[in-house]
């Protein structure tokens, strides 16, 4: 019986390479001249860490255009509010890892709706689709690409 996975996953690796991209570039540019501004990268979180708010918003930018070079959906940060201090801003960015139980509960009544003859089940952190045909699968693919969900889904292990 034919099945798909459906995960919200971040390459880790490429994560790390963006950050490195990212504060290569604040290095170089003329705007952030004399600052220590820089991005910190802890498991799921990143730190950005400038002078203002100014800057903050500039290293934003940076990261979600080199994330996107990279392949990483920037739907997957969760950007919080900046803390200033004195002549210290930061910024918490939480990176987001695996489909909550909230929403795949909503992906699972979505799939249901949709009058498709698939079952979808909830395995921790990811939704198996399982169907007859190969075609009827490819119809979920396309019917949750369609939706505007506030997490990135990516597809895997397709099975035949």
């Known amino acids: 019986m034919p099945s798909f996975d459906i995960v919200s996953e971040v390459d880790l690796h490429e994560l790390s390479n963006t950050v490195d991209q990212t504060n290569r570039e604040i290095m170089n540019r003329f705007d ?4 220590k501004a820089h ?3 802890n498991q799921d979180t990143l730190t950005l860490h400038a002078e203002n708010e100014f800057q903050l918003k500039q ?5 979600y255009k080199k994330s996107a070079k990279r392949g990483i959906d920037i ?3 969760t950007v919080g ?3 200033i201090q004195n002549h210290q801003a930061r910024l918490q960015v ?3 890892q695996g489909i909550d139980k909230e ?3 909503i992906i699972v009544k979505m799939i249901k709706a949709s009058k498709i003859k ?3 089940s909830i395995q921790s952190e990811q939704i198996r689709v399982t169907g007859k045909k190969r075609d009827d699968l490819q119809q979920i693919m396309t019917l949750l690409r369609k939706e505007d969900m506030d997490l990135p889904l990516q597809f895997n292990n397709f099975r035949d």
């Open 118 to 120: 698939v079952q979808a």
């Open 81 to 83: 509010e900046p803390e």
């Open 94 to 96: 939480t990176v987001k």
């Open 75 to 77: 739907a997957a940060f």
């Open 59 to 63: 290293m934003t930018d940076i990261l």
């Open 103 to 105: 929403n795949a509960k």
């Open 32 to 35: 952030f001249k004399g600052s």
């Open 39 to 41: 991005i910190e990268y």
